[in-house]
Structures are given as structure tokens and as C-alpha cells.
């Protein structure tokens, strides 16, 4: 289990191979220096069906967790782009709130306590007023269960101009104030929306539970290697630590799915990642 006199690091799930079992993922993650994982629940069937494990299956990943002595204290819930709280479709938006009922339970039985929403009012449909009205609507409700939870919810600063910077989210916080509803930025989107990074980052470091750590470039928002993008990480390692920043970092990259690996080789790659962004706190002066 990670050490609370440390910054913790996770990987993204989807950095391992999907092929790969939990256990193998957990070892794997663990081989290569990590403190947890981000569990990820999206849009497709077999990450939704997740959200109905038995309790015998949420008994097993548990047991394997303090097995490997790992944590879940992370989910990407990125299901909700399929299932957008704004969608004009009342089916759609009744899937979305069941989908956020069933994810705050499996959150609750995982010991996950902050699960990271997609900030997308609507993903595959038109957008406007009343997408967004509806999305806050939807919002408010989520943010109600959640909060009987225990459970954080934090908006993700996106890939779409929707919710692509901290000062846009700051507004939909204040329309929703709450302990539990927070924001959870990921450097590589805001790098490409923000002109001034570590300014947004100091105008919502009090609503900050968690951040990604991605490679982007413009246009570009995943599946970049580390150091092959145009993000600042040194001079946003170095804002983050002038902050005072102690929360937590999530790696997100994607593995290759394309063809079988060893779980030695999977730890390589995702060491290799953590290599390149632990030196750039360290270069920025942050204590690891």
C-alpha cells in the first residue's frame, strides 16, 4: 500500500494490456514502482458490465489487492460519454444516472474515493443551452448521491473546449458547491486549451483532488509517448510545487493491444514513462 508521506503515483489501467487478468495488471504495476491504479470504467459493454459485478467478483479484486498490496483509490469513469447527462434524449440521460448510481456503489465496495467524470455536456450529439442546462441538472443529482456516499466526484478538465480549462470548471463548481464535487485536471488537455497553465492551475488548486499526467500536442490528445509532445511538464512541475500541491498523480498513457506481452515487458514500458515524469519533478524540485 502507498506511503501517505509521499505524493502517490498510479498508472491508467489502459496502460496495461487488456488481455492481461487483474492480477497480472496489479503485478505489473507494482513491478514498476506504482502506488495504484486508476480503474476504468468507459463506454464499452465490457467495462460497463463492471458496474454489475457480483459481490463474489468485487471479493476477488479485493482479495487480489491486498495481495499484491496495491489500491483502487481512483476510477476513470468515462462511460458517460456514450451516456451524456445534456443528452435530449430522456432515455439517455436515465441510462447516465443509472450508470452513476452503479458506479458510486462499486466505488463505495472498490474503497475508490474519487471517481473522475467525463465533463462532456453531450459527446455524439449537437450541443447547446439546453445540453448544458440538462448536463448541470444532471450534475447536481449525481453529486447528491454521492456526497450520501462519501464518495468525491471530480470533473475532468476534457479534450473539448466544453470543460478544456480550470477556469471553465470553476464555473460549474460554483454552480454546484459541495465538498464532494471537485475538479481532477489533466495537464495534456489543459496544455492545449490554456494560455497560461500554471496560472489555471493556481486559480482551481483548492478544487484540485487529483491530476493526469499526459503527453498531448495540439490537436493531438493521447497515445503520444512521453517527451514526444509539447506539454511544459517542468514548468508545470515547478508551478505545482510553488503551490504547494499534495495530492495525487495519475500516469495516462495506452498500452499496444496489438500484440501479446509479458509482464515484465508491460512494467518496462510503463517504467520507462514513470522514469521521464518523476525526473521532471525532480528536476522542478518537487520531493518524491
Keep these: 500500500m502507498y506511503s501517505i508521506r509521499k505524493n502517490p503515483l498510479g498508472i491508467y489501467e489502459k496502460a496495461l494490456p487488456n488481455a492481461f487478468s487483474w492480477e497480472e495488471k496489479l503485478q505489473a504495476a507494482k513491478l514498476a514502482g506504482f502506488d495504484y491504479i486508476e480503474i476504468s470504467i468507459d463506454e464499452s459493454d465490457e467495462r460497463l458490465a463492471r458496474l454489475d459485478w457480483t459481490e463474489g467478483e468485487i471479493e476477488s479484486l479485493r482479495a487480489l489487492l491486498r495481495q499484491e498490496g496495491m489500491a483502487l483509490p481512483t476510477m476513470c469513469l468515462s462511460g458517460h460519454r456514450k451516456y451524456p447527462f445534456g443528452s435530449k434524449d430522456p432515455a439517455t440521460r436515465q441510462k447516465a444516472m443509472e450508470i452513476m448510481e452503479k458506479a458510486i456503489c462499486l466505488a463505495v465496495k472498490l474503497g475508490v474515493r474519487c471517481i473522475q467524470l467525463a465533463a462532456y455536456d453531450v459527446y455524439y450529439e449537437p450541443a447547446d443551452e439546453e445540453t448544458d442546462a440538462l448536463f448541470i441538472k444532471g450534475m447536481k443529482q449525481a453529486v447528491q448521491m ?26 460549474y463548481l460554483k454552480k454546484i458547491p459541495s465538498p464532494y464535487f471537485k475538479i481532477y485536471p489533466d495537464i495534456g488537455n489543459l496544455s492545449n486549451f ?93 520531493a518524491l
Aim: proline residues 3%.
Design 194 to 286: 490554456a494560455h497560461n497553465v500554471p496560472q489555471e492551475l493556481a486559480l482551481g488548486i483548492g478544487e484540485t483532488v487529483a491530476l493526469h499526467i499526459k503527453e498531448t500536442r495540439p490537436g493531438v490528445f493521447r497515445d503520444l509517448e512521453f517527451g514526444q509532445g509539447t506539454v511544459d511538464f517542468l514548468g508545470i512541475f515547478q508551478a505545482l510545487r510553488d503551490l504547494d500541491y499534495q495530492g495525487m498523480f495519475l500516469l495516462e498513457m495506452w498500452a499496444d493491444n496489438t500484440r501479446p506481452q509479458t509482464v515484465q515487458e508491460a512494467a518496462g514500458k510503463i517504467a520507462q514513462a514513470k522514469a521521464f515524469v518523476t525526473g521532471k519533478m525532480k528536476q522542478a524540485g518537487m
Design 146 to 171: 454521492a456526497s450520501r456516499a462519501g464518495v468525491m466526484l471530480a470533473m475532468e478538465i476534457m479534450d473539448t473546449p466544453y470543460m478544456g480549462t480550470i477556469s471553465r470548471a470553476m464555473g
